[in-house]
């Protein structure tokens, strides 16, 4: 149980061993199976009103609200008990979780998973096992960044207000470096990607030392700052310097991760592999439960007891997430989500010909954004537009959600389960939303 937290060992014959609890894979499987929808197909307020969500609870709901296997597996468990601790008494949902995440996390090299509660939780222990594993300090994040509300991932993330005004002073050892912004690129977004990858290399050597930086800390697509997408060979340019000078790449996959892009997880895109991954949200149908998965020599650099806590890996989160693993790859959700992403940004596209306040469509599969500017030729932000057009969503039942630094970008997380003509209907009230702004 290297760094005090469980690991999976492999071992013949499939199965996995612990201290002191020897446990066998269980394959769980529902008898006929349950074909891809939402158990709870529209949200309701308490006068009754009903929304269409484009939200899934800020990507947590990929397999739907109410998913039945989820419902199912945290109903049994829950009747069974409740609660250990995994550093106390070892169950086996916990070490079932960890071999799941080990097997669909990129790459084919030996992992260590740690299960945790939030996603903050999580990008911190990433951050502290990087620089535990390499003995250096500094970390370098980006523009536009969101990493969470504890101390040390305030100061990783960039916007101020909320997330950070009044509540410093912040930890230190973190550096800032530009995001390859295409929309907002200076030289244009064909040149985005190389130029931004010189930039951040040359800034990390001359102002930070490569010798002396623990980690580079990065979304592959950023969630908080607007779905900005990196320009094309950015990541695998950052991975690059990051392997030939000893630096750990963490990605934060915890709005990204669990098929939300189209791919399992997002740096899956351009063929990144990360050191280490953050994820949560879309990991477990709804419950809390986080965690970091890495490189075997990297987790079990950590000494005893340096890494876990009392409600990490809860038994209810665990059953809850084996059973949205195995609903994402029994019903095809990463494929889903990619037909989402072919159907979207077409029709978002055609809006943007007839409404000049979208400056940009941007995203993959089921994380999709519009950014709203002054007008065609003026990239200024324009929030003013993007609180009428929400509050016109929300009074016609679409529940959508807001992001970037500047407080103009409306971005959406439909469930994967979400069916086609209700995909449709929510884009029909967004046109409409835009369509009377347009009057």
């Known amino acids: 149980m290297a760094g005090g937290g469980p690991r999976v060992e492999p071992h013949a014959g499939g199965e996995q061993q612990l201290p002191a609890v020897q446990v066998r894979r269980r394959v769980a499987e529902l008898a006929g199976g349950h074909p891809p929808h939402l158990a709870v197909e529209r949200l309701r307020d308490a006068d009754g009103n009903a929304f269409i969500d484009f939200s899934s609870g800020i990507a947590v709901t990929n397999v739907g609200n109410a998913n039945p296997r989820v419902a199912a597996r945290v109903k049994e468990q829950v009747e069974r008990f409740t609660h250990t601790c995994m550093m106390v008494a070892p169950y086996e949902s916990y070490v079932n979780v960890c071999e799941a995440l080990n097997r669909l996390t990129p790459g084919t090299h030996e992992k260590r998973s740690v299960l945790l509660n939030t996603g903050a939780e999580a990008v911190e222990n990433a951050v502290k096992i990087a620089r535990y594993a390499t003995g250096r300090q500094a970390v370098v994040v980006f523009d536009h960044a969101y990493h969470g509300r504890t101390n040390l991932t305030m100061a990783l993330t960039a916007k101020n207000m909320p997330y950070k005004d009044g509540f410093g002073a912040f930890a230190g050892e973190v550096y800032r470096m530009p995001m390859a912004y295409p929309f907002r690129w200076p030289t244009g977004p064909e040149c985005c990607g190389p130029e931004a990858a010189d930039m951040v290399i040359d800034q990390i050597t001359k102002q930070v030392g490569a010798d002396r930086t623990a980690a580079v800390l990065i979304e592959p697509i950023q969630g908080e700052g607007g779905f900005i997408d990196p320009a094309p060979g950015f990541l695998p340019a950052i991975a690059e310097f990051c392997r030939a000078n000893g630096i750990l790449f963490i990605a934060d996959e915890v709005q990204t991760g669990f098929g939300r892009t189209g791919d399992m997880f997002a740096c899956e895109h351009e063929g990144v592999m990360p050191d280490l991954v953050a994820t949560a949200k879309g990991i477990a149908g709804g419950l809390p439960l986080a965690a970091v998965t890495g490189r075997a020599e990297i987790m079990d650099a950590v000494h005893a007891g340096g890494l876990g806590g009392t409600y990490g890996g809860n038994p209810l989160a665990c059953e809850a997430a084996l059973a949205a693993i195995e609903s994402i790859e029994t019903d095809g959700l990463v494929a889903r989500a990619g037909e989402i992403g072919a159907t979207m940004p077409p029709r978002l596209r055609a809006l943007a010909e007839r409404v000049p306040v979208i400056g940009d469509v941007r995203g993959r599969g089921a994380m999709i954004a519009v950014e709203l500017v002054r007008g065609a030729g003026d990239k200024s932000p324009n929030p003013e537009a993007l609180a009428q057009v929400v509050a016109r969503c929300h ?45």
């Open 395 to 439: 009074a016609e039942g679409l529940l959508v959600l807001t992001a970037g630094t500047y407080g103009n970008v409306l971005r959406f997380l439909p469930p994967l389960t979400m069916p086609d003509h209700l995909l449709n209907e929510g884009l029909g009230v967004l046109e409409k939303a835009f369509a009377e702004l347009s009057a």
